[in-house]
């Protein structure tokens, strides 16, 4: 980390029948940076999550998320 800029990542798995069901139920890869203006008073974060859901349809539910802080 800098002082002004992060990279993060971030890998999730989900399966709410562990020992009944042995597949997962989703899957998520999350890329994203904080940007530190003053810093950890003013922030902007942003992460770009690719979920990928293991049953059913192939849904398209990627997401853009964008988070800003100010703290006073």
Not at 36 to 65: C, P, T
């Amino acid at each position: 980390m800098t002082d002004f800029f992060q990279l993060t990542a971030r890998y999730d798995e989900y399966d709410p029948l562990v020992g009944i069901d042995t597949t997962l139920d989703s899957r998520w890869y999350t890329f994203g940076y904080n940007w530190f203006f003053h810093g950890q008073d003013v922030k902007w974060q942003l992460n770009y999550s690719f979920r990928e859901e293991m049953h059913g349809e192939q849904i398209d539910n990627d997401a853009l998320i964008t988070h800003f802080q100010l703290l006073f």
